[in-house]
């Protein structure tokens, strides 16, 4: 599966993983998933 990330969620994923729901996590965890980041995010 492939995400696109929100500027929200990639700053709580990489300091505060806590904020994100638990099942929201695993999908984001797990190596078979792809996980896209916005350069407008940058």
């Not at 929100?6 to 990489?14: K, R, S, Y």
């Not at 797990?30 to 995010?41: A, E, G, H, I, K």
């Amino acid at each position: 599966m492939k995400f696109l990330l929100d500027t929200h969620t990639f700053m709580w994923w990489n300091s505060d993983p806590e904020k994100i729901p638990p099942n929201s996590l695993l999908l984001l965890q797990n190596p078979n998933n792809d996980v896209f980041l916005s350069m407008v995010s940058l």
